[in-house]
């Protein structure tokens, strides 16, 4: 399966903490995408990281990528209670377009 | 500007019966995909349309088939329904050239009974 791996699969803080997840991929990339959903939703497009791109930011979100490991991960700083969602990282490949998807965390955020 | 929009929300089928699943894209996006999300899981890619044709195809067998009208619109039929098709059908559209940043519709989610 070309599916990537996310890591944790759950995570629950507190309001105010800084909640990070990371993402690994088997195949080389064109750019990396994260997105959230909310409970069974649609996902909204959060942040891209292209492949010639080490660290990106974005308000209180922070991607890296380590192409050389194959992996990802996003910090959301300051947590709030309306973070609380799932979050997928997806690999983009040029080829047809399409976006492989990981299993997602689910992010927790306590008030 | 209209987002995705995708009809009906929510719908029961039993198995072997056939689902259309429509899908309108957003506001000058020429280029429409469709994933099939089960519940715990990632989404999983089933095939993408650019002008009318099929432009790339997921691991799905034959009976999940598509169209894209003119006005980039675009539906998903399920043939001969299995249990294991129970699941949010999200269409993502998008506008060409792109660097894959999808917008997705809130989805439909199918019950197979």
């Known amino acids: 399966s070309q599916q990537g791996e996310e890591d944790p699969q759950a995570l629950s803080i507190q309001e105010g903490e800084n909640a990070t997840m990371n993402c690994s991929y088997k195949t080389s990339i064109n750019n990396l995408q994260w997105y959230r959903q909310n409970s069974g939703r649609g996902l909204v497009h959060l942040i891209l990281i292209r492949s010639n791109e080490r660290e990106k930011h974005s308000g209180r979100l922070r991607v890296t990528l380590d192409t050389s490991k194959k992996s990802s991960s996003l910090l959301i700083t300051a947590s709030r209670a309306a973070d609380t969602a799932s979050y997928f990282c997806?690999?983009?490949?040029?080829?047809?377009?399409?976006?492989?998807f990981g299993q997602g965390t689910e992010l927790s955020v306590k008030p | 500007e209209t987002g995705v929009t995708q009809s009906p929300t929510h719908l029961i089928k039993t198995r072997g019966q056939q689902v259309t699943l429509r899908c309108s894209s957003q506001?000058?996006?020429?280029?429409v995909s469709w994933y099939q999300q089960a519940l715990g899981q990632g989404p999983q890619f089933i095939f993408q349309?650019?002008?009318?044709?099929?432009?790339g195809r997921g691991n799905f067998p034959p009976r999940f088939s598509g169209l894209q009208f003119p006005n980039y619109s675009s539906e998903l039929n399920v043939n001969a329904l299995e249990l294991d098709d129970s699941a949010l059908y999200l269409c993502?559209?998008?506008?060409?050239?792109?660097?894959?940043?999808?917008?997705f519709g809130e989805g439909s989610r199918l019950t197979v009974l």
């Open positions: 997806a690999n983009y490949y040029n080829q047809g377009g399409k976006l492989i």
């Open positions: 993502a559209s998008t506008a060409v050239p792109n660097t894959g940043e999808l917008f």
């Open positions: 506001s000058g996006h020429n280029t």
């Open positions: 349309y650019y002008r009318e044709e099929e432009n």
